[in-house]
């Protein structure tokens, strides 16, 4: 037993040796540590402008629509330029951003329109970080080092998203809101330092697999970049490998996005007869069986079976939404959003490495963001149809997810290919 813990820390620990994905590792963590700052400044500021809330939603909305309409741009021109160059000019383009909205807001010259300037701005150069972040990896450590290091990211991912708010909302408490930004911004200028000080080892290009038609790109001037994103997801939709991960992705946002907020705020409130303490330990529970899952995940030699693993996932939330909807006590609820942390976190750290090891490097970043910007567009579906069904309480939002995670289980399974994916 102590051989074998010893071994599983020594493969989590493996990719921590490297500097550059340390640097990756904290310039990643700075920039979702700066996203979690953003919402809250963005907010409190709003709200302290204007004093409403309808305001508030057009400053928000601003920010998150170019992010939604850029990111396949973004994970088109990761696939042209280089993911470092990309993810150091977006970082330090909200660096500049949220220090010139911090320097308007201490010299009282903010206005609401300023604000929707800068929010639309900050999305539109967040889309270009985004694809990057996910696809730089395999440029940084060797292949077999893949799903350790995806676990530490997702860790650090998992900190930065709780630690952002909660400082960012002790600094506003403490201070005011321009200074949030001006905080926001020195996160922002770390992180493109860490990045650019990344320097990606030089290896041989591949020989390509015989047959292997797809990863013989041909050297070619680039294309124009509708083409190009055309191409990425012409080749996403092509492979019934990667559509399955599409499909279960999309499936897995909606039974989340709705379930996870609506669904967790009604369970805390009218099935549990609790209130914001319960709603924060459910969350709390998801959030730490997440990162469980991914340490585990992160410290087992080998590769598994992705397709069945993804299979397994659908299968697992299919299970314990099913069981939200019928459980009478906390702690019930608490230990079943715990083991749904935990598979997703667990499957999240191979399904990603599969993603980096099996689709060339010349598209990585395109299909990467076809996947983000699905995400973009069923998350906003999920919170409307679980707001609709939250009048009759959580049963019935969680009893639909359960039914769309079986169905997509049972459509996994039917396909040999996607069984046969490792």
């Given at each position: 037993m102590a051989t074998t813990l010893a071994g599983a820390g020594s493969r989590l620990r493996a990719p921590a040796r490297l500097p550059s994905f340390r640097?990756?590792?904290?310039?990643?963590?700075?920039?979702?540590l700066g996203d979690g700052f953003s919402y809250i400044a963005f907010a409190w500021i709003t709200l302290g402008l204007t004093g409403s809330t309808l305001a508030l939603g057009y400053v928000l909305a601003f920010q998150a629509v170019p992010r939604a309409l850029l990111t396949?741009?973004?994970?088109?021109?990761?696939?042209?330029?280089?993911?470092?160059?990309?993810?150091?000019?977006?970082?330090?383009a909200r660096a500049a951003l949220m220090a010139a909205v911090g320097l308007a807001g201490t010299t009282g010259s903010l206005t609401l329109w300023m604000l929707c300037c800068a929010a639309a701005a900050f999305g539109a150069v967040d889309a270009f970080f985004q694809p990057a972040r996910a696809s730089i990896l395999p440029s940084v450590v060797d292949e077999?080092?893949?799903?350790?290091?995806?676990?530490?990211?997702?860790?650090?991912t998992k900190v930065a998203a709780v630690l952002g708010p909660a400082v960012g909302g002790m600094v506003v408490a403490f201070s005011d809101a321009p200074v949030a930004f001006l905080v926001d911004g020195a996160c922002f200028a770390l992180c493109g330092l860490c990045i650019a000080g990344i320097r990606p080892p030089a290896r041989p290009a591949p020989d390509p697999e015989p047959g292997d038609a797809k990863a013989a790109e041909p050297a070619a001037a680039p294309a124009p970049l509708t083409a190009r994103m055309r191409e990425g997801l012409r080749y996403a939709l092509e492979d019934p490998r990667i559509r399955t991960i599409l499909v279960v992705d999309a499936a897995v946002t909606f039974c989340q996005s709705g379930p996870f907020t609506v669904g967790f705020a009604t369970l805390a409130k009218i099935d549990l007869h609790g209130g914001s303490t319960t709603l924060g330990l459910l969350n709390g529970a998801l959030a730490g069986g997440a990162m469980l899952g991914t340490l585990v995940g992160g410290s087992l030699a080998g590769r598994p079976r992705v397709g069945l693993l993804i299979a397994a996932l659908a299968g697992w939330l299919a299970v314990g939404t099913a069981l939200l909807g019928l459980v009478g006590n906390t702690a019930a609820a608490l230990a079943t959003v715990l083991a749904m942390g935990f598979g997703m976190g667990f499957q999240g750290v191979f399904g990603m490495s599969w993603i980096q090891r099996n689709i060339p490097g010349s598209v990585l970043s395109r299909v990467i963001a076809v996947d983000m910007v699905i995400g973009y567009g069923v998350a906003p579906l999920s919170l409307i149809a679980c707001g609709a069904l939250a009048h009759s309480g959580s049963a019935p939002m969680f009893t639909l997810s359960a039914v769309i995670l079986s169905v997509t289980a049972l459509g996994i399974l039917a396909s040999k290919t996607v069984r046969g994916m490792r």
């Open positions: 640097l990756l590792w904290l310039g990643q963590s700075l920039s979702l396949l741009v973004g994970g088109s021109l990761s696939d042209t330029w280089s993911p470092r160059a990309l993810m150091k000019f977006s970082s330090w077999e080092l893949l799903a350790p290091a995806n676990a530490l990211l997702a860790v650090g």
